[in-house]
């Protein structure tokens, strides 16, 4: 049963505009939720990351938006570049647990210039 | 050097084969884990290794089997590999789970066709 329901599949923005990926949860016993971005010919790699006492954490242009209530979080990529053409994978583990990342579906984005 | 290898990147096989996937970490890390990649299923968890004596089935461990032969070396194999098995597989690595531990570090992939 999948845990972690991505969406959109695929997305196609502009350079300069800003592309929202939604991931959505059940189980509310996750405390960690990370976002690995990958590009193509490479392993996916931690992008951030943020636990549920915080309802946003920004990184550079990545912001990561944080709702426990309605059990989803998304990622925001401001001032999207080429550069960030990549496919975004949203997780979720419970880290005094085993630890395991449960993953979505996956994101590819295409930022066109 | 990559901290996590794995080889070989591609491979061809045939219908029944055995084939064996391998994964070196230089990063120190005691658990391991080999994923498969599929378009539209993202992700998905085939075994994790937490030590070298200590191996744990995923959600998709039908078909595959695992050996941890050091803390630093972990390798999948298909017994006998059907088409569907066709994917990209990644091997990754995390410390133990705690504030700022729970990184995973994955490797570069193995490209797999079972024909």
């Known amino acids: 049963q999948q845990q972690v329901k991505q969406s959109p599949q695929s997305l196609i923005v502009q350079k300069g505009g800003i592309p929202i990926i939604n991931c959505a949860y059940e189980n509310t016993a996750f405390d960690y939720f990370p976002w690995y971005q990958q590009f193509p010919g490479k392993g996916p790699a931690l992008l951030i990351a943020i636990r549920p006492d915080v309802s946003e954490k920004k990184e550079g242009r990545f912001t990561i938006s944080f709702n426990k209530s309605a059990k989803q979080f998304s990622l925001h990529i401001m001032d999207s570049q080429p550069g960030d053409s990549a496919t975004y994978f949203c997780a979720a583990s419970v880290t005094s647990n085993t630890g395991k990342l449960i993953f979505g579906q996956g994101t590819t984005l295409q930022v066109k210039p | 050097d990559a901290d996590v290898t794995q080889t070989p990147r591609n491979r061809i096989t045939k219908t029944g084969k055995r084939i064996m996937l391998e994964c070196s970490q230089t990063k120190g890390h005691d658990r391991m884990y080999w994923y498969r990649q599929d378009p539209g299923l993202g992700l998905r968890l085939i075994y994790y290794s937490f030590d070298v004596k200590d191996i744990n089935k995923g959600e998709i461990s039908d078909g595959y089997s695992v050996s941890r032969q050091a803390q630093a070396k972990f390798s999948l194999s298909l017994e006998s590999a059907i088409p569907n098995q066709t994917a990209l597989y990644f091997c990754?690595?995390?410390?133990?789970?705690?504030?700022?531990?729970?990184?995973?570090?994955f490797g570069p992939g193995t490209r797999l066709l079972v024909l």
């Open positions: 990754a690595t995390s410390a133990h789970p705690g504030t700022g531990r729970e990184t995973q570090y």
